[in-house]
């Protein structure tokens, strides 16, 4: 009966022991179990932005070609900054890392980056792929026809040369200007002439100017210019 | 208890009789026996079957379409009306029909079928007219009858453009044509452009007159309603000038010459000098087009007669030509201002003429002779037909009276120019 009873404490504590080591097994079990990842955004964008002479922070990625201009990456919010780097690529080619990335004078298309990727402390990659629009604005030449305050010697019918000229650094590349000629505020598009022959003018005063647009949208105006209007014919 | 009986049975077969008789399921609307009606719509350009039939399209103006109808079992079902509308407005009352629609922009066209019950069935189409694009002929560049264009080193023009329906790419059509003297256009450009400004580098001839025209259409192939057309001059040298017009008779006048009318324009100077001349009948009795090229600048004055026909008045201008410019005269019409005459022949220089059965009268119009349809004779104040004409001559029968008569005699010319003489005809006095 005796050994019995023992049997049946041994046969317990071995119960007890099985369930302790089952407990254990489990608590260490749950303690190793990974948490969840953290799937919570924390960068927001990330920006790209030109500085250039007087041109400071434009997101319009425009640049002048005729000076050193920089690109630069910008993470918001900004404290991540720190946990990204940068690589700039010229299509597959890699130009430069760093969160800033200086463009040379005249640079040629293939030294000026079109892809950005931004890579965080993980090793997740963000990719952002731009255009930097390398143009300069086209400038007017201060010879015109009439030239300012010119008086001309006219009736109705009388046509009168309009000449101007301006000159783009980027024409050999391809960009196109055109124009819209503005006479006594009357505005005519005349696409890429430089010159047109208009009459009509009656005795007085007169005003004409040009507006000059380039392919990219940079544009310039030309000062306005008076000219006065006699009808020597001795019509009058 | 067989009344009972009898009765019962009487009923019944009463009962069964009237329901026999009735049949009321018949008259119970069954939807499975009914045949519903269907109306469709839309539009083709052909009756062919392989043309395409669509339910909405964009077209031009001028484009001809047939709206069908189709109605479903058949169209030769009852009905009480069907018709056609257009935003709202009747259009037509047939099945099918071709017709077009000109005012722009989104019309919904509508068959409407009303069934013999009074339902109205419908169908919708969309159309789409797209409006022609438009030139601001105001807005161009050189403007109309611009005068000292450069003959060498290039003409430019520019004019504005736009299509109101603002999608289509708008395509021009620009021409460049030399005037000349005679009434044909020498072709020098004619070409396609995608741009609204055109330069002509090849040399003009000078004191020219040009003329340039731009025809727009728009990816749909739909033109501006007008044909754009401007002019313009060339010059010449700063010492001299030129001058140009044409010259024609009064319209209705041309019409009873078989021959073109022959004019003389002249340019005199302050001493009456004839400095240029220039002779020559209309082209196809139309205008003759006169030029005078180069010529001294300087103030002259212009005359323009025609000898063979007296009665049109001389055209006297005074003109300034200009250096380097070209005075367009555009188009003198020389009018018949001058009356028809009417002349006793006879010994009589006064209005009173002795009686003879047939009177003569020399009636003209400055050389020409009038229609009898443009006379009228009264004796005493009363119309008569007792008259004839040859050429000019006019010959009145007179009746005899032994009082004296009022022979009244009027006349007119093409020109609606009127003449009018009364003769005292003294009477005749038996011998």
Known sequence: ?236 | MIRQSTAIVIFLFSAIFFLSCTNSDDYIFNENDATPIFVSAYMTSAFDPSESQVKADTISPADSIIFVANVSPSKSIRTKKYYWTIDGDFMASEFSFRGSVDSPGRHEVVFVLIDYFGDTLSDTLHLWVQSPPIINSTNVIPANQSNGMPTHGGVHFAWTAYDPDSTYELLYRFTLKKSSSSNSEEVIVDTTLNTSYFSYWGSLDMFTQYTWQVNIKNEMYTNTEELFSNKFYTGGSSKESALMGSVKGHTLDLQAFEDSLLYIVQIQDSLNNVVASDSGKEICKKYFKYRFSPIKPGTYTLQISSPSHPEYAPFKQRINLVPNEVLDISETELVDSIAPSIKFIGASTTDTILFADTLYFEVQDNGHPISGNFLEVGINGKPTDLYSTSNDTLMVFLPKSKVIQLLSIKVKDLASNKSARTFIVEAKHDE
């Open chain 1, 1 to 236: 009966m005796e050994q019995r009873n023992r049997s049946t404490r041994a046969l317990l504590h071995f119960g007890k022991g099985l369930a302790a080591l089952f407990s254990c097994t489990l608590v260490a079990a749950c303690l190793d179990a990974p948490s969840y990842p953290d799937t919570s955004k924390k960068i927001e964008r990330i920006g790209i932005f030109v500085s250039q002479e007087d041109i400071s922070d434009s997101t319009l990625l425009k640049i002048h070609p005729s000076s050193e201009a920089t690109l630069r990456a910008e993470v918001y919010p900004r404290q991540y900054k720190k946990e990204i780097s940068f690589k700039w690529y010229h299509d597959d080619t890699k130009l430069g890392s760093g969160d800033s990335f200086s463009i040379p004078p005249y640079a040629s298309s293939k030294e000026i980056p079109n892809i950005l990727k931004a890579t965080d402390q993980e090793g997740n990659v963000y990719k952002d792929t731009f255009n930097i629009i390398s143009n300069t604005p086209p400038h007017f030449d201060e010879k015109t026809s009439p030239v300012d305050n010119d008086t001309l010697c006219a009736n109705k019918r009388t046509s009168i040369s309009f000449s101007w000229n301006s000159y783009d650094v980027d024409y050999s590349y391809g960009d196109k200007n055109f124009y819209t000629l503005i006479i006594d505020k009357e505005e005519y598009f005349v696409g890429s002439l430089t010159s047109v022959m208009q009459s009509g003018f009656s005795d007085g005063k007169h005003s004409f100017s040009v507006i000059v647009a380039d392919s990219y949208g940079d544009s310039d105006t030309l000062q306005t210019r008076t000219f006065f209007i006699s009808d020597c014919s001795g019509e009058r």
